[in-house]
């Protein structure tokens, strides 16, 4: 039974509604601060928490729950008689449920304001009864969620005991909640880009998907609590519910568009680009992406980096597409492009600012900071040097390259791709994949270095004109020789880009 709740809650959703059943199930209510003066100001009989502990708040409220009268209240064992006997003795009444959620440190950790301000909104008092309570959850009920308020409402109504299994989970929710918060706090202070000795993640629930990768896999969307993203902030304007697929694809095809100050189209299927184009305008990116890979493009994604006007969205209704993402669409492109309901169409808020990669293996996780760097330095290694239009060729192709899955080579012209050799588990067989469907290419990137004079070999046969790559193998003499004798200009950069 129910005899003393403890309030304590920044967000006052539904409280009163909470409050009402247990001040009609005649249970004695205590509560804090301004938790204390809604809940009196709105009729509900309290007792403010300093008459319990007689100690008054103090440090601009930093404490007042941190009290042995209450977490004597909240941790005592009911069947315990040594514990029950003590706490009669010291005159303590047990609390038989508690109240409480956190001050919004998720949100207040991605706002514009100093450092000082953030510290401030890292909440003691309230983690610690939580934890209390969740730790004695057989004889105390805690509740951190305002959703668990109305299913705790009905059993009192009801008279109904909260059962086992109900306490349990509502305990198990406070540690996740609590998980989350502190690594929140530790990621904050400890910076994103550190690797601590325990690595900890903050992540809520967004949605749940309808299936995984494959439809008998399960899936949800966690976005991280504190700070922002790209994935973290989307608006989806039209279609279907986004799927497990969508997502990543949606990342990488926006992650392509944002590495380009021009104006950039990237069509991506199945996680891989198969067609990037800059040009003057998002119809024209668009017309040249197809292009790239007509075939491939079919069931894919396409993302912009500029607002997509009704032109553009004439032009991309004509294919089935599953998601078009892009940071704004005007007014009539967005009543042509809803007139496919399925349709995904994401306007996406945020460029994309990646700081750590991570990857489940079983038993672990490997982490590691983004590929955000495209050269050490254009270092020319052949007797001919690249054309100034080469050049930004061969820096386009290579920005491209970052994106696609090693063994990865892409060819390109005037700021298109032409092709893309993806995923391969040998260089000169993604360069074939490449360089047939790109027979008018011009230059070349490759992900890694070439182990052989074999594809500046096979790219002679294409005409190819410029190639861009890491350099660094110990047959680096082949390719350059290999150049020299076709008369192709080579770069090195220093900087590998494999993509697992």
Not at 84 to 103: Q, R, S
Not at 178 to 187: E, L
Not at 462 to 487: F, H, L, R, T, W
């Amino acid at each position: 039974m129910i005899k003393t709740a403890l309030i304590s809650v920044f967000d006052k959703e539904n409280i009163l509604g909470l409050a009402t059943s247990l001040q009609n199930s005649g249970v004695e209510i205590i509560s804090t601060g301004g938790t204390f003066k809604y809940l009196k100001e709105n009729g509900i009989k309290v007792v403010e928490i300093s008459d319990v502990t007689g100690f008054e708040e103090i440090l601009d409220g930093r404490v007042k729950t941190l009290h042995p009268v209450i977490h004597s209240g909240i941790l005592a064992i009911r069947d315990n008689k040594e514990h029950m006997a003590t706490i009669k003795a010291k005159g303590i009444k047990p609390i038989d449920m508690v109240v409480v959620n956190l001050y919004p440190f998720f949100d207040k950790v991605c706002e514009d304001i100093s450092f000082e301000e953030k510290v401030e909104f890292i909440d003691i008092g309230g983690p610690t009864m939580l934890r209390a309570a969740a730790k004695n959850f057989k004889d105390v009920i805690v509740l951190s969620d305002v959703s668990d308020y109305e299913n705790i409402i009905k059993k009192m109504d009801a008279k109904e005991e909260v059962d086992f299994d109900t306490r349990k989970h509502l305990a198990g929710k406070v540690f996740n909640l609590v998980s989350a918060y502190d690594a929140a706090i530790s990621n904050f202070l400890l910076g994103e880009e550190s690797y601590p000795d325990y690595l900890s993640i903050s992540y809520k629930k967004q949605m749940d998907l309808r299936y995984g990768e494959n439809p008998h896999q399960s899936a949800a969307y966690y976005v991280k609590t504190a700070g922002n993203g790209a994935m973290k902030n989307f608006e989806q304007l039209n279609g279907k519910e986004l799927s497990y697929n969508n997502i990543k694809d949606m990342d990488i095809a926006w992650k392509v568009v944002c590495d380009f100050d021009e104006i950039t189209c990237c069509a991506l299927k199945h996680n891989t680009p198969c067609g990037v184009a800059i040009g003057s305008s998002t119809l024209e990116t668009y017309k040249k992406a197809y292009e790239c890979d007509p075939m491939s493009i079919f069931g894919g994604i396409v993302a912009f980096n500029r607002k997509v006007d009704k032109e553009t969205a004439l032009e991309l209704k004509k294919i089935f597409l599953e998601v078009i993402i892009a940071p704004d669409f005007d007014e009539d492109a967005l009543e042509v492009l809803k007139g496919k309901k399925n349709l995904r169409v994401v306007k996406c808020l945020n460029k994309s600012e990646g700081t750590i990669n991570m990857v489940t293996v079983d038993g672990g996780i490997l982490v590691q900071s983004s590929d955000d760097k495209l050269a050490e330095e254009i270092k020319v290694v052949t007797k001919k040097s690249p054309t100034q239009a080469e050049v930004k060729d061969l820096i386009f192709a290579m920005k491209v390259v970052k994106y696609v899955k090693s063994n990865a080579i892409v060819v390109v012209k005037d700021g298109v791709t032409k092709g893309i050799g993806v995923g391969q588990v040998n260089r000169i067989w993604a360069a074939e994949h490449a360089l047939e469907r790109g027979v008018d290419a011009t230059v070349m990137a490759s992900d890694a270095f070439f182990p052989f004079g074999d594809v500046v070999e096979l790219a002679a046969k294409y005409n190819i004109k410029a190639i861009i790559q890491p350099g660094g193998s110990i047959k680096d003499v082949q390719s350059i020789e290999m150049c020299d004798k076709n008369e192709i200009a080579m770069v090195f950069t220093g900087i590998r880009h494999f993509k697992h």
